[in-house]
């Protein structure tokens, strides 16, 4: 899909940095900003898919680098804004798409697999967070936390995504107020039930279920990591210079439904 709504050149001369952009969401949002020419830096656990990744963004035309880090590592993040920094001259927009998930009942779930949400959601977005804040503070600068909606709406089998979507909306709009006068703008983003994503495939495996959830959807579809990452670039464009604190969902009207009523649909 062409992102030709946008300006040509829309983010030249800047320099974005995604987390947990090795694959899916996060990787189509750092493509389009690389596709409206920024330079654009990734970070991944795996090395074979951050690798992967960063051959793909430059067999695009794409100016970019990737940088193997656990988000939960502080230290080292420092250490890569600090390159990245140093070697395209500053940083403009951070996406925080970094983030787990897996399906389990609270009483099902472990005392360990519950931190390891919390963790390399919460505790993941603050670190870059902080971490990328001494090069991002600067008028016109943006931080885009990929959210969720089980962070207002509660959902079975997701009570750790639910408590931990909720801190990260909770951490932009303390954030937006915090950094605001030094000119840095914060946002959430809250996508849907996206298409071709590996939470898609947990949600709704087989094709009659993502069919069912489909037609339970308000507009009658599944999303694209298109409609994310064209979201993206809106809110860290100067067409957005004044909205910050917000939690801008790209979910079809799921927000609407609610959890019990779309695990229906595909049961």
């Known amino acids: ?20 952009g090795s694959s899916g969401i996060n990787l189509r949002i750092a493509e389009v900003f690389g596709e409206a020419g920024a330079k654009v830096a990734i970070n991944g656990r795996k090395p074979e898919k951050l690798e992967a990744a960063v051959k793909g963004l ?4 794409i100016t970019a680098e990737g940088y193997q880090c656990d988000v939960r590592d502080y230290p080292r993040l420092e250490e890569i804004f600090e390159t990245v920094a140093k ?28 931190k390891a949400v919390i963790e390399i959601d919460v505790l993941g977005t603050f670190n870059a967070c902080r971490a990328a804040f001494e090069h ?15 962070a207002s709406v509660p959902w079975p089998m997701q ?32 996508p849907g039930p996206i298409d071709d994503t590996e939470g898609m495939a947990r949600l709704a495996g087989d094709p009659k279920q993502k069919e069912g959830l489909a037609r339970a959807m ?24 004044y909205c910050t604190g917000g939690i801008y969902s790209v979910d079809g009207g799921m927000g609407l439904i609610g959890g019990t009523a779309l695990l229906a649909s595909v049961s």
């Open 218 to 241: 308000p507009l009658q579809r599944l999303g694209t990591k298109d409609d994310v990452a064209k979201l993206a670039l809106f809110l860290a464009s100067d067409a957005a210079s």
């Open 1 to 20: 899909m062409s992102i030709s709504v946008f300006r040509e050149g829309l983010f030249k001369g800047k320099t974005v940095f995604v987390t947990g």
């Open 136 to 150: 991002l503070k600067k008028p016109g600068a943006c931080v885009l936390n990929i959210s969720a909606p089980q």
């Open 87 to 114: 070697a395209w001259g500053g940083l403009d927009v951070l996406v925080c798409g970094a983030a787990g998930n897996f399906p389990a009942p609270a009483v099902g779930m472990s005392a360990n697999g519950f």
């Open 159 to 190: 009570s750790h995504v639910c408590a931990a979507k909720a801190g990260v909306d909770m951490l932009t709009r303390t954030l937006a107020i915090e950094w605001g006068p030094a000119g840095v703008r914060v946002c959430s983003i809250s």
């Open 58 to 61: 430059r067999a695009k035309g």
